[in-house]
T-cell receptor, first 109, second 116 residues
Framework: GQNIDQPTEMTATEGAIVQINCTYQ??????LFWYQQHAGEAPTFLSY??LDGLEEKGRFSSFLSRSKGYSYLLLKELQMKDSASYLC??????????WGAGTKLIIKP | SAVISQKPSRDICQRGTSLTIQCQVD?????MFWYRQQPGQSLTLIAT?????????ESGFVIDKFPISRPNLTFSTLTVSNMSPEDSSIYLC?????????????FGPGTRLTVL
């Protein structure tokens, strides 16, 4: 079967750095996405990785290792508004998105 | 990008009734997707709706329970039929927009459904 694993919840301090991990086992691989979802709102796109390595976009970076079936989302200089759920999703060989359950990130002052 | 609206934003319904959710996109798109998201759970794809053809349903979802219409390239509806409390969830409409090397999914704001 297809599976995406993420921690259920993480807590971090304002101004700090946090890394959210995602491991996956899917039928084929056509890219990995990270989405942010604030409570009661729709998910919004953060990043896309299809090749190994680090993609940096401002305070957010995403890393991919296809051989390990592993990705992480790195958030720097955390702000209170970063409190949200972060969803990892993998596009399989049929170009269908397989979604993780999301990681709820709690930022404390 | 794409801007998506959904109606209603939320509803409370009685067991055995049906609710139709509308999804409107500000541009023409080939495929529209309907998802369900229960609290603390991942997004679960219900079906993919192509204009001019029958929707394609995922395992565990059937047309009699979740009939879908796709009358044109900017609009779709999802009906949740003969509802039970287990259907209480957030229903999200989404579309793919090509960004060159990948397709980005844009989501509507969701419809929060509570079935009593």
């Amino acid at each position: 079967g297809q599976n995406i694993d993420q921690p259920t919840e993480m807590t971090a301090t304002e101004g700090a750095i946090v890394q959210i991990n995602c491991t996956y086992q899917t039928s084929g691989f056509n890219g990995l996405f990270w989405y942010q979802q604030h409570a009661g709102e729709a998910p919004t796109f953060l990043s896309y990785n299809v090749l190994d390595g680090l993609e940096e976009k401002g305070r957010f970076s995403s890393f991919l290792s296809r051989s390990k079936g592993y990705s992480y989302l790195l958030l720097k200089e955390l702000q209170m508004k970063d409190s949200a759920s972060y969803l990892c999703a993998v596009m399989d060989s049929n170009y269908q998105l397989i979604w993780g359950a999301g990681t709820k990130l709690i930022i404390k002052p | 990008s794409a801007v998506i609206s959904q109606k209603p934003s939320r509803d409370i319904c009685q067991r055995g009734t049906s609710l139709t959710i509308q999804c409107q996109v500000d541009s023409q798109v080939t495929m529209m997707f309907w998802y369900r998201q229960q609290p603390g759970q991942s997004l679960t794809l219900i079906a993919t709706a192509n204009q001019g053809s029958e929707a394609t349903y995922e395992s565990g979802f059937v047309i009699d329970k979740f009939p879908i219409s796709r009358p044109n390239l900017t609009f779709s509806t999802l009906t949740v039929s003969n509802m039970s409390p287990e259907d209480s969830s957030i229903y999200l409409c989404s579309v793919d927009v090509s960004g060159g090397t990948y397709n980005e999914q844009f989501f509507g704001p969701g419809t929060r459904l509570t079935v009593l």
